[in-house]
């Protein structure tokens, strides 16, 4: 909230929209009924739905809550007209029904090829924009497998990134601060991944992955920065591993550029990515890069050359760390060529002026 910029014009929360993730119970308390009754409805709709796709991703409910809940809520027209309105995340249907704009805009930032879609309750959603964004070439085919009538509204726009944001932030905190919680120990790599507690991030395995890094002889401690419903699943792994003294949370960070600057090695060990925003950070301030390979993997990282890329499953992915580790020659190449990229895009800012077309 600290960097939006003055010109921007914040609007204040509409006390309906904040029930849809809510505790039920709450929300009832106060008075909210109809929000509670449409979202007992939408579990409703999603366990039919699910009794008859089975095996299904859980994350796939949130569209039925939205389809259910959206009729109720109250409409933003009286905020008047906009020449652009942007649905930046999942759920559309908020800026499709219940936004007045000239042109309206819905990215797409995940991997559809890896996630459960009930295609045919989504596609009306999708279907009211003008323009659909995607931020790289794989996640456009992958989306279009879903969703082939929605070619023609494509627009390519990747993730826009400043290198000198990236680098002001990594020097904000002193790093004897940093070294309070991520330790420089002699002998000891220290690996750090960032993202969410999630399915899609993979943090469930890290313990495993890690257990198998030290029986190969090299000693880690592998950080863990983010938040998420997964974290009791992630700390139980850890108990189960013995991982306790190599498997650290250190939690939600408002800033981790300075803890990215500080690790010997950054891992993004995904199931599936859209494209990787930690990732590019972790390039821009030239730490060199382990990441599974998911099917988008390699827009962002040239195995070898920037980083490198490792099978998914932990037993070749722990292999692929400590190969990296014991190359010394290859880890100088990665962070030489790191050194020597622009990876920064902000000339990709001009593309929203096609989506007022």
């Known amino acids: 909230m600290q960097f939006i910029p003055k010109e921007v014009n914040l609007l204040p929360e509409i006390p309906e929209y904040a029930q849809i993730e809510r505790p039920m119970k709450d929300a009832l308390k106060d008075g909210y009924w109809r929000i509670v ?16 796709k089975h095996p299904v991703d859980n994350g796939a409910v949130f569209g039925y809550v939205f389809d259910s809940v959206t009729p109720v809520l109250p409409s933003l027209d009286y905020l008047g007209e906009y020449d652009l309105a942007i649905s930046f995340l999942t759920p559309h249907n908020i800026v499709a029904e219940k936004v007045k704009a000239k042109k ?46 929605l070619k023609d509204k494509i627009v390519r726009i990747d993730n826009i990134l400043s290198p ?19 330790p420089k120990e002699n002998g000891v790599t220290n690996l750090l991944s960032v993202g969410r507690f999630c399915y899609a991030k993979n943090y469930d395995n890290v313990p495993d992955i890690c257990k198998r890094i030290i029986e190969s002889g090299v000693n880690v401690r592998w950080y863990l920065i983010g938040y ?23 939690g939600k960070k408002s800033n981790p550029y300075p803890y990215i600057k500080a690790c010997d090695i950054f891992v993004q060990p995904s199931r599936y990515e859209g494209n990787s925003v930690t990732v590019r950070e972790a390039q821009i301030l030239c730490i060199p890069v382990v990441v599974t ?23 070749s992915c722990a292999e692929g760390i400590v190969k990296l580790f014991n190359d010394t020659i290859l880890i100088r190449r990665i962070s030489s060529n790191l050194s020597m990229t622009d990876f920064g895009n902000l000339s990709a800012v001009k593309g929203i002026d096609v989506l007022l077309r």
């Open 37 to 52: 009754l449409r979202r007992l409805i939408a579990k409703r709709r999603f366990a039919r739905y699910k009794k008859s």
């Open 104 to 149: 309206k805009a819905a990215w797409i930032h995940t991997d559809y090829s890896k996630i459960d879609v009930d295609a045919e309750l989504e596609l009306p959603v999708w279907s009211k924009f003008d323009h659909v964004v995607s931020i790289s070439d794989q996640v456009t085919e992958n989306f279009l497998g879903v969703f082939p009538s």
């Open 164 to 182: 000198i944001f990236v680098r002001e932030r990594a020097e904000q905190i002193p790093p004897e601060v940093v070294r309070k919680e991520m």
């Open 228 to 250: 998420g419903g997964d974290e009791p699943l992630i700390r139980s792994k850890i108990a189960e591993a013995g991982m306790e003294n190599h498997v650290i949370i250190l």
């Open 293 to 315: 390979d998911y099917p988008t993997s390699r827009n962002q990282v040239r195995d070898g050359g920037d980083g490198i890329v490792v099978p998914m499953d932990n037993e």
